[in-house]
């Protein structure tokens, strides 16, 4: 067993992370608890949240970060294509304080969508963006990280037909990426309300983006955040916004 305490990060431990409130197993997930995932649970915008969905949810990382940071009385729903991995987000639920709240489903988000009767005021998705003939390492991370599966138009209509007029749909994305998708939100219909550019360190370009998409027109946020200072120190910025879930912050 190993662990691994540095200043402002989770402890590694069991093949997992344990956070603040809770742990996270993800030895039998494709995709492993990063800084992606850790970057759209901590910002998603929650005001005014009442039913949460996360589409593709993996071990559930992301699910379980919004359950800590909303009220008891907003339930969640995890939607993980992978049986194995959806099996891990299960037992991690399970092991949470926020078992009764999270239901994950082991299925595909299109076979959900068409059965789904409810309507979601936030929906979130660490989304698939390698194209089918890039190799990610196996076939679990294939399947996890390729548009093969589910490209952004098949998931922008999914999120389309689940959320509620006054939601939001909220993506983490590489920066290029990103730029591809809102442009292609915008032409079905959706209007970009946030967008938050993230740079490893403060002097470089950023290489992620946090998209906030709703159907509903409004004003639009725009914001740039670095997770390091140039002193590799972690900025205040990102220790506001991770604060609540990593240890020794």
């Known amino acids: 067993m190993t662990q691994e305490k540095p200043h402002g990060r989770p402890v590694l431990k069991r093949n997992g992370f344990t956070f603040k409130q809770f742990f996270v197993a993800h030895d039998r997930c494709a995709m492993k608890v990063g800084t992606d995932g850790i970057l759209l649970g901590a910002w998603a915008p929650i005001a005014n949240a009442r039913r949460i969905l996360d589409i593709g949810s993996g071990s559930a990382l992301i699910a379980l970060m919004l359950a800590q940071r909303t009220p008891d009385t907003v339930p969640i729903d995890a939607v993980e294509l992978d049986a194995v991995a959806a099996a891990q987000a299960q037992e991690n639920v399970s092991q949470s304080p926020w078992s009764t709240r999270i239901d994950v489903h082991a299925e595909d988000i299109v076979a959900f969508t068409d059965r789904c009767e409810q309507r979601y005021s936030l929906i979130v998705s660490n989304p698939p963006y390698y194209p089918p003939d890039v190799a990610c390492g196996t076939p679990e991370r294939d399947i996890a990280r390729s548009t093969s599966t589910l490209d952004h138009p098949g998931l922008l209509r999914c999120a389309a037909r689940l959320i509620e007029e006054e939601g939001f749909f909220c993506v983490v994305l590489p ?7 809102a442009a292609l939100a915008q032409k079905e219909g959706w209007h970009l309300r946030f967008r938050i550019d993230v740079a490893e360190y403060a002097h470089r370009p950023p290489h992620r983006v946090l998209l906030g998409f709703s159907p509903s027109a409004g004003e639009t946020l725009l914001e740039r955040m670095a997770i390091r200072n140039q002193d ?18």
């Open 175 to 181: 920066e290029a990426v990103g730029q591809e998708m």
């Open 232 to 249: 590799t120190r972690y900025s205040e910025a990102w220790c506001s916004l991770t604060r609540d879930f990593y240890l020794f912050m």
